[in-house]
């Protein structure tokens, strides 16, 4: 697959689909059912269900003109997985910045808080010392002259310094968007809001993985 992609490990892109949920408040009040609990390795508060309304897989294949060749249905892979991401209050956090693992995949995020500014939507981020905007990988350790597990550490540290990045792209917040891009970019929420279940910044997030050459994404 390195080969057929000629060094790139999948494509960078940013999709944004408005109404994306036929009825949003329900899948909401679903949400709000749910009970959420705290991860020490994931960023925000979560459940431990999921919700994959039927035929969600091959709807989604459609809006991202991919193969989806994984798709997880086990809850404990927390495909359509809700969080909640708080400003204020005991669960305040500021979102890391990140990338997701595999970086291969495609992450995509259903925003589900009605009247939030675009301000708290998710934004797409370059590292400002070393220029790098995705999972660093042997070919930036070597230009940057250090190990892959010294940049990764490096990035990990930097993962809660806004000062330390530069925000290249944001997807603005809108009740009942979607928003996709792959796995291994860096990126975050924008900024989280509120300070419990009742008005906290909450979306879904499904996880996927794709053929990268079966569509239109790779060019």
Do not use: C
Request: a positive charge; glycine letters at 8%.
């Amino acid at each position: 697959m390195k080969k057929q992609l000629a060094g790139r490990r999948f494509a960078r892109f940013l999709l944004v689909r408005d109404n994306f949920y036929s009825n949003p408040d329900a899948v909401r009040k679903i949400a709000q059912s749910m009970t959420y609990r705290e991860h020490a390795d994931i960023t925000g508060y979560m459940t431990d269900g999921v919700y994959q309304p039927a035929g969600m897989r091959r709807r989604l294949e459609r809006i991202l003109g991919l193969a989806i060749t994984r798709w997880d249905e086990d809850p404990e892979d927390g495909n359509g997985r809700f969080y909640y991401g708080f400003s204020a209050g005991k669960h305040k956090e500021i979102p890391a910045v990140h990338y997701d693992d595999p970086e291969d995949d495609v992450t995509i995020v259903i925003y589900l808080t009605p009247g939030l500014s675009p301000e708290y939507g998710t934004s797409i981020w370059q590292h400002r010392a070393t220029g790098i905007v995705d999972a660093p990988a042997r070919a930036d350790a070597r230009r940057l002259k250090t190990t892959l597990t010294k940049l990764r550490d490096r990035m990990e540290k930097d993962s809660n310094r806004r000062d330390r990045w530069i925000e290249i792209d944001r997807a603005g917040y809108r009740y009942n968007r979607m928003v996709a891009y792959a796995s291994g970019m860096f990126h975050s929420a924008s900024r989280h809001f509120g300070a419990d279940l009742g008005n906290g910044r909450l979306y879904q997030t499904y996880r996927v993985g794709v053929a990268w050459r079966s569509g239109r994404i790779f060019i």
